[in-house]
């Protein structure tokens, strides 16, 4: 069984402050996404990484895939309570026939 | 962008009877659809896995004769909660992947078994 394990579990900061959360596996994957999901919700894809050692960045946020394609991280600098939610990352098997979800971390921004 | 309606999105029902989530690919044809169930406060916990005209695969733990999953076209799946007691109540969440491999979620569906 593949296991992702996300850190932190949460996590509760100011606005403007940065952050990074990571997420690591045992496993390889063929491909890691990141994914942001609020309550009540469906989650909603921010980026997909494919390579080992790519960087992907999205405004604010820049992803990482480990070299190995064992891990992934996710840095968001200048938080704002618009980033508020769970971020959750997921990994996908070399058939891709299925994501394998991370644990989940839950990101609080108080202005 | 790829658009999967998921219905409903609440839903409250008795202890005993069964309750059917509809999962749809609006302007894509999904080869697989994926049903994931979501406890407050964690991660998608995958369900099981099913594609166009053939029987689903159940994640071990998942009791098939109770979550019916029905696949019958590319673009609707369907997920019956068959006999439902309250600790079935949950976050139920359907994904569905096109032939590019691109997963796209649906809403979710809010289940209470009362």
């Known amino acids: 069984t593949q296991l992702l394990e996300q850190s932190p579990q949460f996590l509760s900061i100011q606005e403007g402050e940065n952050l990074t959360v990571y997420c690591n596996s045992s496993?390889?994957?063929?491909?890691l996404q990141w994914y942001r999901q609020e309550p009540g919700e469906g989650p909603v894809l921010l980026v997909t990484?494919?390579?080992?050692?790519e960087v992907k960045k999205l405004k604010r946020l820049t992803f990482q895939f480990g070299d190995a394609r064992k891990d992934s991280s996710l840095h968001i600098t200048a938080a704002q309570p618009g980033d508020t939610g769970l971020y959750l990352c997921?990994?996908?098997?070399?058939?891709?026939?299925?994501?394998?979800f991370g644990t989940g971390t839950r990101l609080q921004v108080t202005l | 962008g790829a658009v999967v309606s998921q219905h409903p999105s609440r839903v409250i029902c008795k202890s005993g009877t069964s309750v059917k989530i509809e999962c749809r690919s609006l302007d894509f044809q999904a080869t697989t659809m994926f049903w994931y169930r979501q406890f407050p406060k964690q991660s998608l916990m995958l369900m099981a896995t099913?594609?166009?005209?053939?029987?689903?695969?159940?994640e071990q733990g998942v009791e098939k004769d109770k979550f019916l999953i029905n696949h019958a076209s590319l673009t609707l799946s369907t997920l019956t909660v068959t006999s439902a007691h309250p600790e079935d109540s949950s976050f139920y969440i359907c994904?569905?992947?096109?032939?590019?491999?691109?997963?796209?979620f649906g809403s979710g569906t809010r289940l209470t078994v009362v």
């Open positions: 994904s569905a992947r096109d032939r590019d491999r691109y997963y796209t």
């Open positions: 496993s390889v994957f063929s491909s």
């Open positions: 990484v494919v390579t080992g050692g």
């Open positions: 997921a990994g996908a098997d070399g058939t891709a026939s299925k994501l394998t």
């Open positions: 099913s594609n166009e005209g053939s029987k689903a695969t159940y």
